[in-house]
């Protein structure tokens, strides 16, 4: 936070102007995920000064000849004791210009949904490569969960070029490695960073090892990479969450629809269709506390008041007359199973969730499942087992409202729910 | 024409949006309210979520008799200025039935005892889901907890069996018996948390400026003198400094910072040069490298 004080004063202007950015951290043990995780946070100073000397302690403990910045990202016991993480872990930091969370997960294939969990919110992907192994499985892994959550930015950082003697030969063969297998992933923006995260290389300081490498650092591209399109702004989407009525005698009858705008800007005066019914009616007004709002868009939460009287509950849509999503009940999508106990079941039946939407639904078609190290289709298949990724056809109970995943996130995800344990066992990213 | 947020703006639609999930999905929730900055922020953004209906879920306090006065004065203050409900869980009313047993010896309080009667009170009111305050970058602890947190009968957390979270979709769905701990500022950090009380002029408890008062120095922090609940050991001498307060637990155990930051702003300044993570001042989370876990699964929030 020190970057924040100049001349004895705290920049506050400058604090709450600060952009969010979301990234997901996918690596393995050996790749030095933890380290470069660490060296951000310790490099922008963003680690506390007890913090600091616990992990100093621990290094020294363990007989560790550096401070270990690894230790900093460790989580639980039962972690720290087997030396690996093993779920999603949240992580916080800012410089001047952004705030920063960093879901951090660990990159074996046994934690796959793990990664799909953790690339679910997601703004921009690091993937880490180890520059002396070059484009490996796990590459391909990462790379294919980060398209397939269709996170915006994928940065490929190709570490520990310290060991392979800042060799801008072998930093230009692993992109070129990348870029061929890239060619098959629906991936739009991909950049390539060499780096030591041991060292500090181009994590936040430019290195002087490497003077033909004419690009940004991780962190000036954590910082810069233009986030303002992520979400939807054309399809006008805004699932009804609750129902505001106060009950008051000064708010006699009012009913105020509150939500979080999926997607698309939404203005008093608007005309909006109510679906499932199909009346169309306008925006009256987006209330605040303090005062009304001359626009709405995602992912804001708001409460809007409508113009006519129309019967509105939880789980309904205000959406566009002229740009309506899909409405039906038969839906076809990626899965990722995350049941370690169950597989997801041909004919099995499951409560899902979509937008604020909950219907039941029946397993028609299990298509095929994807190998994730080597993107090959397996067919004939009648279940999906943990960690597994396959394409799945199902009917609901109820008409979802739903758009393609790729084309809206908030819209075209659904997450699938056991009905004997209630547990969340998969993620669904919805094709059409 | 920018359709962006600040981070701070983000971060509140979140929030409310979480809170909304809560209303709507839960039979019977409530908002657990500490007196500390992080629970009142949360009353601020429950008020916003909802609003102009009043907050949907009472606030529940559990009173460890032991609180500073400071913070009881502002918390009757809040409740009514928000027009909400309170409930007050009592620990000196479990000591009494004898579910809860009184710690001795130096370093004796009353945090693990808070355990027993906000699982009492959860149960006596059948609440189905607790809102906290908690947050992710407080404790190594809590990095990997859920806005949606599933707890069994008995009101413990098991890390290992924490359901995914993805996207906003949020699920809340248990047997009869279970209930959430739900934490809407799982992603604030320390320094949010203060931009945001600068940003909407949110009103705290006196505790949190600097001013004089009379303390001893004890295991490298500054507790506030009390005749009954601080018993002064040997080598204690009391003294009075011009100190401040960076959370507000217990005043046995809540250690003091010498400062001169009177206003919000001279806060945040002194939060951004300081290196120090605030929990650092809690006596109650030196005690093992991981006391913060086995709390957790003990039922605490």
Redo the contacts between chains.
């Keep these: 936070m020190e970057h924040l004080v100049q001349d004895g004063k705290f920049d506050h202007h400058g604090y709450l102007n600060m952009e969010l950015l979301r990234f997901t951290t996918a690596g393995s043990v050996d790749d030095g995920k933890s380290t470069l995780i660490g060296r951000l946070l310790y490099d922008s100073k963003s680690i506390f000064q007890d913090q600091l000397e616990q992990i100093e302690a621990t290094s020294k403990n363990r007989g560790e000849e550096y401070v270990n910045l690894a230790l900093l990202t460790d989580g639980l016991r039962s972690e720290r004791e087997q030396g690996i993480t093993i779920d999603v872990a949240y992580r916080y930091f800012s410089t001047p210009k952004r705030k920063f969370i960093i879901a951090d997960t660990p990159g074996h294939i046994q934690y796959t949904r793990n990664m799909v969990t953790g690339a679910s919110t997601a703004n921009l992907a690091i993937i880490l490569v180890d520059a002396r192994n070059g484009v490996v499985e796990q590459t391909y892994r990462h790379s294919f969960i980060a398209s397939l959550l269709q996170i915006p930015h994928v940065v490929i950082c190709i570490n520990k070029m310290d060991l392979v003697d800042y060799s801008q030969e072998k930093y230009e063969e692993v992109v070129e490695q990348f870029r061929h297998f890239a060619s098959k992933l629906d991936v739009q923006d991909v950049r390539f960073i060499p780096i030591s995260a041991l060292l500090g290389d181009n994590v936040v300081d430019r290195s002087k090892n490497m003077p033909w490498y004419e690009g940004p650092t991780l962190m000036y591209t954590l910082e810069t990479v233009h986030i303002g399109s992520d979400h939807n702004l054309i399809d006008c989407r805004f699932p009804v969450q609750y129902v505001v009525r106060p009950m008051s005698n000064e708010y006699h009858d009012y009913r105020g629809y509150a939500g979080r705008v999926a997607g698309g800007v939404l203005k008093p005066g608007d005309e909006v269709m109510h679906l499932p019914s199909g009346i169309t009616t306008k925006v009256a007004a987006i209330k605040a506390i303090e005062g009304d709002l001359e626009e709405a868009y995602p992912p804001q939460s708001v409460t809007l008041l409508l113009e006519d009287d129309v019967d509105i509950s939880r789980g309904d849509m205000l959406v566009r007359e002229n740009n309506q999503p899909k409405v039906g009940q038969d839906i076809d999508m990626m899965v990722c199973w995350m049941d370690d106990k169950k597989p997801l079941q041909l004919n099995g039946k499951y409560t899902i969730k979509h937008t604020t939407r909950d219907a039941r639904c029946v397993v028609k078609e299990i298509l095929y499942k994807v190998d994730v190290n080597t993107l090959h289709r397996i067919q004939d298949i009648d279940s999906l087992s943990l960690n597994e990724i396959g394409r799945v056809k199902i009917r609901t109970t109820v008409p979802l409202f739903y758009d393609e995943y790729r084309r809206n996130r908030n819209t075209g995800s659904l997450i699938i729910i056991d009905e004997g344990t209630n547990t969340t066992v998969g993620a669904g990213m919805i094709i059409e | 024409m920018?359709?962006?947020?600040?981070?701070?703006?983000?971060?509140?639609?979140?929030s409310?949006?979480v809170m909304?999930?809560v209303?709507?999905q839960f039979q019977k929730p409530a908002l657990l309210f500490s007196g500390g900055k992080d629970s009142i922020v949360m009353v601020y953004l429950a008020?916003?979520?909802?609003?102009?209906?009043?907050i949907p879920f009472p606030l529940v306090h559990i009173d460890t008799g032991h609180n500073f006065p400071e913070t009881m004065e502002y918390r009757d203050w809040l409740v009514k200025e928000m027009g909400a409900t309170l409930i007050v869980g009592s620990v000196e009313d479990s000591i009494a039935r004898g579910t809860a047993v009184e710690e001795r010896g130096l370093n004796a309080s009353r945090n693990a005892l808070q355990t027993v009667t906000l699982l009492e009170t959860l149960e006596s009111h059948k609440f189905d889901a607790a809102m906290g305050g908690a947050r992710?970058?407080e404790e190594?602890?809590r990095?990997?907890e859920r806005f949606f947190s599933h707890r069994d009968e008995f009101g413990q957390w098991d890390?290992?069996n924490?359901?995914?979270?993805?996207?906003?979709?949020f699920?809340g769905?248990?047997?009869i018996g279970e209930h959430f701990r739900v934490f809407p500022i799982?992603?604030w950090?320390e320094?949010?948390v203060w931009?945001y009380i600068?940003?909407e002029n949110i009103p705290l408890p006196r505790l949190y400026f600097a001013h004089d008062r009379e303390v001893i120095e004890r295991d490298g922090a500054f507790i506030s003198t009390h005749p009954e609940w601080v018993k002064l050991r040997p080598n204690e001498t009391p003294k009075t400094m011009h100190i401040r307060f960076r959370t507000c637990g217990d005043l046995p155990i809540t250690g003091a910072i010498e400062s001169d930051a009177d206003t919000v702003?001279k806060i945040?300044?002194e939060?951004?040069?300081t290196?120090?993570?605030e929990r650092?001042n809690r006596a109650d989370d030196k005690r093992s490298?991981?006391s913060m876990?086995d709390r957790k699964k003990a039922g605490y929030f």
């Design positions: 920018s359709y962006s947020l600040t981070h701070l703006r983000e971060l509140e639609a979140e409310i949006y909304r999930e209303a709507a008020r916003k979520a909802f609003w102009p209906a009043k992710r970058d190594k602890a990095a990997k890390p290992k924490q359901r995914p979270e993805l996207w906003n979709l699920n769905r248990k047997h799982s992603n950090t320094m949010d931009q600068y940003q702003e945040i300044y939060v951004a040069t290196r120090v993570t650092g490298e991981t876990e």
